[in-house]
């Protein structure tokens, strides 16, 4: 079934190369209505997670705060929307496979794509001790902070439980491999974060758009990774949808999504 669906796009077009910044004439943000065929799209739910609130995920992680609001005020009624549709949801839990077990979806997925081992290099000691003084520099400057910022993500559990019949993946091939049992061309992403695991990590947009599936995010049900000099704007936010927007997909937003394409 066709829907046609509000969605942003971003002209990355019309830039004038006799000016000394062509891209201040590029045509930007523009809202146009899309077809989306709501057989062949599924809604993705990755690392929508119940974070414990430790002193060291909050000095690390400052965009907990900002997720924990829109899990509580839009996450609720859009996961009942999209339940109630015809689209399918797809939760994504890549890196945290401990907290899969229990799950039907996940043993599902399991047992038709098994997990293949990654190649990787035997790292030697002292690329070991790199590692680890990068993420001592960059996470956790002692190793209190260390400890208890390892012990804050091995606790991590679902904010938005999957239900038994809704399939959990933790790696692209069990991803792509759904997409292809059920004919499924187009991803729409929630959850945390756009600039960082719906982007880069195992599942998101550069595993699936390199699988020649269409990559797009609900704009409010997300958020970005800042810095401290990006925080006040929240840019890296409005980057990480500018990139799902230019390399993939559209940016929609979730009262939309629900008075069109989960209507049906």
């Not at 799950?103 to 680890?132: F, H, N, T, V, W």
């Not at 910022?149 to 091939?173: K, M, Q, R, S, W």
């Not at 759904?178 to 729409?188: K, P, S």
Request: proline share 6%; aromatic share 10%; glycine share 6%.
């Amino acid at each position: 079934m066709q829907v046609f669906v509000p969605a942003y796009y971003y002209a990355q077009q019309g830039a004038d190369p006799t000016i000394d910044h062509p891209g201040t004439t590029f045509g930007g943000w523009n809202e146009t209505q899309v077809p989306f065929e709501t057989d062949k799209t599924a809604i993705v739910v990755m690392h929508v997670w119940d974070a414990p609130p430790t002193a060291a995920l909050l000095q690390h992680i400052e965009y907990i705060p900002r997720a924990n609001a829109i899990i509580e005020r839009r996450f609720p009624s859009f996961i009942r929307a999209a339940r109630a549709s015809s689209v399918r949801v797809i939760h994504v839990a890549a890196g945290f496979e401990s907290v899969l077990k229990s799950y039907p979806g996940y043993q599902r997925m399991l047992e038709k794509y098994p997990l293949i081992p990654q190649p990787a290099i035997e790292p030697s000691k002292e690329l070991l001790a790199l590692r680890d003084l990068h993420y001592r520099l960059t996470g956790a400057d002692t190793q209190e902070k260390y400890d208890e910022l390892e012990a804050g993500y091995e606790n991590y559990t679902f904010a938005i439980e999957p239900l038994d019949e809704e399939d959990v993946v933790c790696a692209p091939h069990q991803l792509f491999g759904l997409c292809r049992d059920h004919g499924i061309e187009h991803l729409i992403y929630t959850g945390f974060a756009v600039n960082a695991c719906l982007s880069l990590s195992p599942c998101g947009l550069l595993d699936m758009s390199r699988c020649g599936v269409m990559c797009s995010v609900v704009g409010d049900l997300t958020t970005g990774v800042e810095n401290k000099e990006t925080c006040v704007a929240q840019s890296n936010r409005d980057y990480g949808l500018w990139q799902f927007a230019v390399q993939s997909g559209f940016v929609l937003l979730s009262e939309a999504l629900k008075n069109t394409l989960l209507a049906n």
